[in-house]
Structures are given as C-alpha cells and as structure tokens.
C-alpha cells in the first residue's frame, strides 16, 4: 500500500482529487453541451501502467466496496467494485468503480480517467445511441462536426464481455486526459445480464 501512496494513487488519495477530477468532467460536458446532472454517473474508471500497480489497486479498492465483475474484455481483464458507500460529489452518486488491468497501450497520465453516465434510450447499436444522445442533448448535434477543432477525440464502440447479454454501444469524448462517456445501460444492468 506504501508503493500506491508514493506515487498518488492510494484510494485515499484519489478520494481526495476526486472533487478536482469532476469539475474537470463537467467542464467537458459545458464545452460538449451536454447537461448531466439529471443523469445517472453509472461508475468512474482509473487507468494505469504497471501490472502490479493494478493488483495493488484491486485489492486496495476491495477494503472500499465488493467484485461485481471480473471480466475479460478485450484481452485483459475489467475489474468492477461496487462500492459499499456510493460515492457523492456534486450531483451524482457514483455506485461502481472500473479497473482494467493494463493493456499494450501506455497512459500518459494515471488515476481518474473517465466518468460512464447512463443516457437512457433504446440503442442496440452506435447510430441509434446517436439518435437518442442528440434527441436527450438537442446542442450536441451542432456540436459533432466542430469536436476536432476543439480538440476533443470522439470515438464510438460497442465494447462486451464473453457473457453480456445486454448491447451498451458507447460515444466517448475525451480532452486532455479527461474523459466522457456515455451509454444507453448502467454497468450493474450489464453485469446483471451475464447471469440472465
């Protein structure tokens, strides 16, 4: 735990700039025209580097909350950690953390990466989440030609695990190592259909 704490990491301390992170997501969500704060912040997701810095951190989170998931997606495998105590910053109670473990791909920054927020809409796939997002976010559909100008990257995925039974195609907009992504489904419903 000592490793974590020397290099800002520790639950703790990233608690802590918890508060700095999500004023950062919500000045994303201003420049992108997106109101979020009636919407649901379905969980929050760190990124890091090093393999064993993520077996610390997934064991260190499970003092704060209970393995919803351990999944293999991609290639390696996304932790998720319900929390015990919801976590409550601004408007929004954030219920689950996600872990993945490291890829081949390097972080220039490690820690707090993204927040998922649950658009809720009927899209089994990438175009229909479009629909519903500029049918919730009316400013948005103005917005899609001018994101590069503005450097914000979008990408669209429909990322599963082996078992899901439940499409949650995706739309993230990412700036300066924040990062915003939205979805039809919350985690825990997803996680829920590999047991359907």
């Known amino acids: 735990m000592q490793k974590l704490t020397d290099i800002g990491l ?6 802590a700039n918890l508060p700095v992170f999500l004023d950062r997501i919500t000045a ?3 420049e992108l025209g997106l109101s979020l704060e009636q919407y649901q912040a379905d969980h929050i997701a760190l990124r890091v580097n090093d ?3 993520a077996k610390a951190l997934h064991q260190a989170w499970l003092a704060y909350g209970d393995e919803w998931s351990n999944n ?3 290639g390696r495998p996304i932790i998720v950690i319900g929390f ?3 976590l409550n910053v601004g408007s929004w109670s954030i219920e689950c953390l996600e872990l993945p473990y490291p890829s081949d791909k390097t972080y220039p920054q490690e820690g707090w990466e993204h927040v998922e927020f649950v658009i809720p809409g009927k899209a089994n796939n990438t175009d229909e ?10 400013l948005l559909e103005q917005e899609w030609p001018r994101l590069s100008e503005k450097g914000i990257k979008l990408k669209a995925s429909s990322p599963s695990g082996e ?24 985690l825990k419903d997803v996680i829920d259909s590999e047991y359907a």
């Open 10 to 15: 520790h639950p703790e301390q990233m608690l």
């Open 163 to 186: 078992k899901e039974r439940l499409p949650n195609p995706t739309y993230a907009f990412k700036k300066n190592g924040v990062c915003i992504k939205l979805h039809p489904c919350s």
């Open 28 to 30: 994303l969500a201003n």
């Open 51 to 53: 393999l064993d810095i």
């Open 84 to 86: 015990h105590q919801p």
């Open 72 to 74: 293999m997606i991609n």
């Open 129 to 138: 989440l479009k629909d519903v997002l500029e049918s919730a976010f009316p």
